[in-house]
């Protein structure tokens, strides 16, 4: 068995590290444009007018159509951000931590760092899985004959969004902070 001295596992640990760090930084920056195009507005619920109702009702097809394109692009949204974040948690948070406790460099901020993480993508998936169900809700209002209904539960499922997006910027701040301690341990070692 060959012996590694202690600098040569450091060296070790800070090459990986500064691989970690540009991997996770392009991760977070082609999040964050992803995301850019998935943003929404509030919506307020409130009665409609006979107008508006008559709106909905002759625009229902076409409303329906690009709900069902909304769901498919959202579908892949939840996957790619789902395994995308999976990697960063499984393959960079986890593992770096496991090799910094074996190597007595383990920081109580990276571990807590890691926890947070975690915790927020199961909240994602939570968030996700309640927008989707509300989606699916809303595409099976019949817009047509039930204008009012479909509103309200328009509302509902652009709430249901808000909360995936704000979920999202909570993952994208986690990665940050991760990326800060990371640079500055990298300086420490």
């Not at 920056?29 to 109702?53: I, K, N, Y």
Request: aromatic share 6%; with cysteine.
């Amino acid at each position: 068995m060959r012996k590694v001295s202690p600098s040569q596992v450091n060296d070790s640990i800070v090459s990986r590290m500064g691989i970690f760090v540009k991997v996770l930084m392009a991760v977070v920056v082609v999040l964050a444009g992803v995301m850019l195009v998935v943003g929404m507005a509030g919506a307020r619920a409130e009665e409609l007018t006979d107008e508006q109702e008559g709106r909905i009702s002759m625009g229902c097809g076409g409303i329906k159509v690009q709900l069902r394109t909304l769901q498919k692009a959202d579908s892949r949204m939840r996957v790619y951000l789902g395994s995308k974040y999976e990697i960063v948690l499984s393959n960079f948070m986890t593992n770096l931590n496991l090799r910094l406790i074996k190597n007595n460099l383990a920081t109580e901020n990276l571990t807590g760092l890691q926890t947070t993480f975690s915790n927020e993508r199961e909240r994602f998936k939570a968030d996700f899985t309640g927008y989707s169900q509300a989606l699916d809700e809303l595409i099976n209002v019949d817009c047509q004959s039930e204008p009012q209904e479909f509103y309200d539960q328009l509302v509902v499922a652009r709430k249901k969004r808000a909360e995936v997006q704000a979920s999202y910027y909570r993952m994208n701040e986690v990665m940050g902070w991760h990326v800060e301690s990371v640079e500055k341990l990298r300086g420490e070692l």
